[in-house]
């Protein structure tokens, strides 16, 4: 089966447009069809899981929930062989479930490609539980690499910009030590992207561990281009709250402040997917 054969169709949409409108929970209940029951031990991890980390305590909170009111959200899997099957979304549920001493769990079952597999992993984990900077970008690189992707159609498939995509892989050039910080939280994605430019990106990131340099002092330090007759830098506040919300939405995101008089904070996207994308994160509760 070719790359074009294996690509699949509105990527962009969500899960429900992945796993089937059937499958997609409302307001937190278990549908009522297009989903059966396994037992736990019938499952194992996907090998496209694009999370390597899972928290415990976020585990142990997912735990104590399923124990009161159970697996709402069933878990997509694909057919492996007899009584066993692959995990394709929802390996967080699954864990859950067993520390919760569950014996069966909700799922659907489909028969994915693998390049869908891995479409699928990261954009549940985008859309319900942020991977790290990171295991994000890996997971693109690996679209890109195995399955004959371009940054363009990787952006397509999840659902975000081509320059977030793009942004997103630069940071894997990153010296390792300086990508263990970022995996651990001691550096953020605004940190990281801030050190791409710079001459010694290591010895940045000790300054910034150390307090002696924040994330605006590290971009007034990184080397920018800039034309004769340009427009002036962008105040460095407004620009973190840009990059801020442009990280989390995957989304070129300006905001234009007029002092007194309030502003605007204007988010571009380029299909209808990516609105409706935007639109159900504004209307989550």
Same mark, same amino acid.
């Given at each position: 089966?070719?790359?074009?054969?294996?690509?699949?169709?509105?990527? $962009?949409?969500?899960?429900?447009?992945?796993? $089937? @409108?059937? %499958?997609?929970?409302?307001? $937190?209940?278990?549908?009522?069809?297009?989903?059966?029951?396994?037992?736990?031990?019938?499952?194992?991890?996907?090998?496209?899981?694009?999370?390597?980390?899972?928290?415990?305590?976020?585990?142990?909170?997912?735990?104590?929930?399923?124990?009161?009111?159970?697996?709402?959200?069933?878990?997509?899997?694909?057919?492996?062989?007899?009584?066993?099957?692959?995990?394709?979304?929802?390996?967080?549920?699954?864990?859950?479930?067993?520390?919760?001493?569950? &014996?069966?769990?909700?799922?659907?079952?489909?028969?994915?490609?693998?390049? /869908?597999?891995?479409?699928?992993?990261?954009?549940?984990?985008?859309?319900?539980? @942020?991977?790290?900077?990171? /295991? !994000?970008?890996? *997971?693109?690189? /690996?679209?890109?690499? &195995?399955?004959?992707?371009?940054?363009?159609?990787?952006?397509?498939?999840?659902?975000?910009?081509?320059?977030?995509? %793009?942004?997103?892989?630069?940071?894997?050039?990153?010296? !390792?030590?300086?990508?263990?910080?970022?995996?651990?939280?001691?550096?953020? *994605?605004? &940190?990281?992207?801030?050190?791409?430019?710079?001459?010694?990106? !290591?010895?940045?990131?000790?300054?910034?561990?150390?307090?002696?340099?924040?994330?605006?002092?590290?971009?007034?330090?990184?080397?920018?281009?800039?034309?004769?007759?340009?427009?002036?830098?962008?105040?460095?506040?407004?620009?973190?709250? !840009?990059?801020?919300?442009?990280?989390?939405? $995957?989304?070129?995101?300006?905001?234009? &402040?007029?002092? @007194?008089?309030?502003?605007?904070?204007?988010?571009?996207?380029?299909?209808?997917?990516?609105? /409706?994308?935007?639109?159900?994160?504004?209307?989550?509760?």
């Amino acid at each position: 089966m070719t790359p074009k054969e294996e690509r699949p169709r509105g990527l $962009g949409r969500g899960l429900s447009a992945l796993i $089937g @409108d059937e %499958a997609a929970p409302t307001r $937190g209940e278990v549908p009522a069809k297009g989903s059966r029951t396994l037992p736990v031990a019938f499952l194992k991890p996907g090998r496209f899981q694009p999370r390597k980390a899972f928290a415990d305590a976020a585990l142990a909170e997912l735990a104590a929930s399923i124990k009161e009111k159970g697996v709402l959200t069933p878990i997509l899997v694909r057919p492996l062989g007899t009584d066993s099957y692959e995990i394709v979304a929802g390996e967080r549920r699954w864990r859950a479930a067993q520390l919760a001493k569950l &014996h069966d769990v909700p799922v659907v079952v489909r028969d994915l490609a693998d390049a /869908e597999a891995l479409e699928i992993a990261i954009i549940e984990n985008i859309q319900r539980a @942020d991977l790290n900077a990171l /295991e !994000e970008a890996a *997971a693109y690189q /690996e679209l890109m690499d &195995h399955f004959s992707r371009t940054q363009e159609q990787v952006a397509q498939d999840v659902g975000k910009s081509r320059s977030h995509v %793009a942004n997103s892989v630069r940071l894997l050039r990153l010296p !390792e030590p300086v990508k263990q910080w970022l995996r651990e939280g001691k550096l953020t *994605a605004g &940190h990281a992207r801030t050190l791409l430019s710079a001459a010694d990106p !290591e010895a940045a990131a000790r300054e910034i561990l150390a307090g002696q340099m924040s994330v605006r002092q590290a971009e007034q330090h990184s080397p920018k281009k800039t034309k004769p007759g340009g427009k002036p830098p962008k105040d460095p506040n407004l620009a973190d709250l !840009e990059a801020n919300i442009s990280n989390k939405l $995957g989304l070129k995101t300006q905001i234009i &402040h007029r002092g @007194d008089k309030g502003g605007e904070v204007r988010i571009a996207y380029s299909s209808l997917e990516q609105l /409706e994308e935007i639109t159900r994160r504004l209307s989550r509760s």
